[in-house]
């Protein structure tokens, strides 16, 4: 399937499904269920995963086009949906012929949904120094006991993608590894329902992990390969997925503005405020804001399918000037547009609310920024 197809069939689903149930999804604070199940029957599950799983086989830009459009219309299904895909993704890099007809294949069929188990509360925006313990009980099995945070999909999803750090006596300290937990697996608990500001049907949701058992084929590349999978397959998916539906949050911001400004009319004069040259300004002003930062995550997904050398750099930026922007331009139209945005809790609200995820959602625009400098300037990531 080429990317104006998918474009078209996401196109469709956002009109009959995604857009529909926006207001219920965060009024409610539920799961998108009807929007994921909609993509999954659209064959658009696979959408990261390779064609030799029945995947789609598509990258980083193809990701960045659709979870630009699902934000837009409500942001909750685009994150959701992202975290889907990164974790198919993660799946996906160095899947054993099991994981491949476990997991992947499923996926690729529309009949299983994954995602990403990586915070932890006193890890904070480091969520890459786990300490969720992955211990050996035998050479066929592994049992896993911690505590995760701001599990996306949580509950929902048929399978979680679980950091750890190995505990055995002969592991070397901090050796962190990545593993698969399916969500019926006896042991696991799941805290509260999630009750965001923003983000509201995400299920954001605390996993508790209690002697979970889990056996070693279910253990992704090999142990100690966490911070592998972590640059080189959740950085560039996630920030991508993330930096996308962010986008799509102020390109609907950007929409209501202009159809503000067209229908409104001063009564004194009938004159319409499209005809005010200050906000005409302003407007355009905002436009140029969310388009160079369109242009930057388009860029950034480009350099990272082409595994193009400077792709850090661009995928770090993305993100972090995503947030700057979504913030900003929500807050400015809220201003544009006066009273009427402010009046009710209507789709302005919504945005508002989605929006100031960015800014805290792990890696944290400070954070971020650190890192682009530090790649810059030739120095490690993670380094002192």
């Known amino acids: 399937m080429d990317i104006n197809t998918i474009l078209s069939r996401v196109n469709e689903i956002c009109q009959e499904v995604v ?111 786990p300490q969720t313990q992955l211990k050996k009980v035998s050479s066929q099995a592994y049992k896993i006991t911690g505590t995760k945070t701001f599990v996306t999909n949580g509950s929902h999803a048929d399978s979680y993608v679980v950091s750890t750090v190995v505990v055995d006596k002969n592991a070397k300290p901090g050796q962190f590894s990545c593993v698969m937990v399916s969500n019926d697996a006896k042991g696991i608990q799941w805290g509260g329902q999630w009750q965001g500001l923003g983000m509201r049907g995400n299920s954001s949701r605390t996993l508790e992990l209690k002697d979970v058992e889990i056996p070693k084929k279910d253990l992704l590349g090999k142990e100690g390969d966490q911070i592998w999978y972590i640059f080189n397959v959740v950085a560039p998916y996630f920030l991508m997925a993330m930096s996308a539906t962010y986008l799509g949050i102020a390109s609907s911001t950007l929409d209501e503005a202009r159809n503000h400004l067209e229908k409104r009319r001063y009564s004194t004069t009938g004159e319409k405020l499209s005809q005010n040259s200050l906000l005409q300004h302003r407007l355009g002003v905002l436009w140029a804001e969310v388009e160079r930062t369109r242009q930057l995550i388009y860029h950034a997904a480009h350099l990272g399918d082409t595994n193009d050398s400077s792709a850090v750099i661009a995928l770090l930026s993305a993100k972090a000037e995503v947030a700057d922007t979504v913030v900003h331009v929500v807050n400015e139209v809220m201003t544009l547009m006066g009273g009427i945005a402010y009046r009710d809790n209507g789709k302005l609200s919504r945005h508002l609310r989605d929006a100031r995820a960015a800014h805290v959602m792990a890696p944290t625009t400070d954070l971020l920024r650190t890192w682009t400098g530090r790649a810059l300037l030739g120095l490690p990531l993670l380094g002192e």
């Not at 926006?22 to 269920?33: F, L, S, T, Y």
């Not at 599950?45 to 979870?67: I, M, Q, S, W």
């Not at 699902?70 to 975290?83: D, H, I, N, P, Q």
Request: glycine fraction near 14%; charge should be neutral.
């Open 19 to 129: 857009g529909p149930n926006a207001e219920k999804v965060d009024q409610e604070g539920i799961w998108p269920q009807h929007s994921l199940h909609a993509l999954q029957v659209a064959g658009l599950a696979g959408l990261v995963v390779p064609k030799e799983c029945g995947g789609l086989g598509h990258g980083l830009l193809t990701l960045v086009r659709v979870c630009e459009m699902l934000g837009k219309e409500c942001a909750s299904t685009g994150l959701c949906f992202g975290m889907h895909c990164v974790g198919s993704a993660v799946i996906s890099a160095k899947a054993t012929d099991y994981q491949k007809r476990h997991y992947l294949e499923p996926i690729s069929q529309g009949k299983h949904i994954t995602t990403l188990s990586l915070s932890e509360s006193g890890t904070g925006a480091h969520f890459y120094f």
